[in-house]
């Protein structure tokens, strides 16, 4: 092993047992941690070269103005930390995203006190940071972003939550492990199938036919109409030449089936039937999945549409991965 690796592994370590997961987290000393910012180093800096000339000249208002800067610095190392102190942070939900899209983690925070919070930013690594103020004592969400990329859970891994309030000399922080998690959907893609089967079972709506029994209502008469369509009582009545019409009943029930994809590899497949089930769920039509070892049963509604594409998003994938 590399000794970056080493070093990765290392503080993974020690920062799993300082600051071990948990689903809400107090900010306390132990949980935060306070470094300058370049400008503070800066700041740092002035007060040394301050501090060098004022010995060297014995010059009594340099020394004053190096004081001045110190207590400043040391002010600001206080007013910093009390920023984030106290915070309650903990992790409400994620909204299911198909893949390639940013998933928006929501995370609450919260403080006993009535004392503002300013400049408080959350985000995960390198990702954008969202900036929260908290006013008062009650609770504040804020939506972290994350892009996603491929289906199946979506484990963020440590939030930071950081501030450099008041003059940001000063950058308090903290990684929290908030056991955040989100479902990704596979992405849709559009694609006809070879075969769509359709469910056996009650009928459903009935479609106009040629030679079928069930009435269905009039029409007028069209060249080529059987006689034995046409209806003479609206004749003999002087209401026109008008034809029955007939139809039979056809269940448009469907099955969302594995094999009507053939010939794609597995991705591409799920990428296909979950473009079905987003064309479909608008529709209220009743469907259901087949996948290898796995069938959702018939149903419609916004329950059927999410049950469908977890199933989908989790396909091959342990189902209790990223669960809390």
């Known amino acids: 092993m590399t000794a970056p690796g080493f070093i990765r592994r290392h503080f993974a370590h020690w920062l799993n047992q300082r600051l071990p997961a948990a689903r809400r987290i107090r900010l306390n000393q132990q949980r935060l941690f306070i470094l300058p910012t370049k400008a503070g180093w800066g700041f740092l800096g002035l007060i040394a070269i301050l501090w060098l000339l004022a010995t060297n000249y014995e010059n009594s208002p340099i020394f004053a103005i190096a004081c001045l800067l110190s207590s400043l610095f040391i002010t600001a190392i206080l007013h910093s930390y009390a920023n ?44 954008d940071h969202q900036v929260l103020n908290l006013l008062d004592s009650k609770r504040q969400d804020v939506l972290v972003p994350l892009d996603t990329r491929d289906r199946g859970w979506l484990r963020p891994g440590r939030v930071t939550v950081e501030s450099r309030y008041p003059v940001g000399l000063l950058r308090v922080w903290t990684y929290l492990d908030l056991n955040c998690c989100g479902l990704v959907y596979p992405q849709p893609l559009s694609g006809s199938a070879v075969a769509s089967a359709p469910a056996t079972g009650a009928a459903g709506q009935k479609q106009a036919t040629v030679g079928s029994d069930d009435f269905a209502g009039f029409k007028k008469y069209q060249q080529g109409m059987p006689l034995q369509h046409l209806s003479w009582k609206h004749y003999a009545r002087e209401r026109g030449l008008l034809g029955k019409e007939y139809a039979d009943a056809i269940d448009e029930r469907l099955w969302l089936r594995w094999q009507d994809y053939p010939g794609l590899d597995r991705e591409a497949r799920l990428s296909r039937l979950c473009a079905r089930v987003v064309e479909l769920a608008p529709q209220q039509v009743e469907y259901g ?36």
């Open 84 to 127: 984030l102190a106290g915070l309650e942070i903990s992790f409400v939900a994620a909204e299911p995203v198909f893949a390639g899209q940013r998933m928006l983690f929501r995370i609450a925070a919260c403080c006993a006190d009535k004392r503002q919070r300013q400049d408080i930013a959350f985000h995960f690594g390198r990702g």
């Open 289 to 324: 999945l087949q996948l290898p070892g796995v069938e959702v049963p018939l149903g419609r509604g916004d329950s059927q549409r999410q049950e469908v594409l977890r199933q989908l998003a989790l396909f091959e994938i342990d189902s209790h991965e990223g669960m809390i």
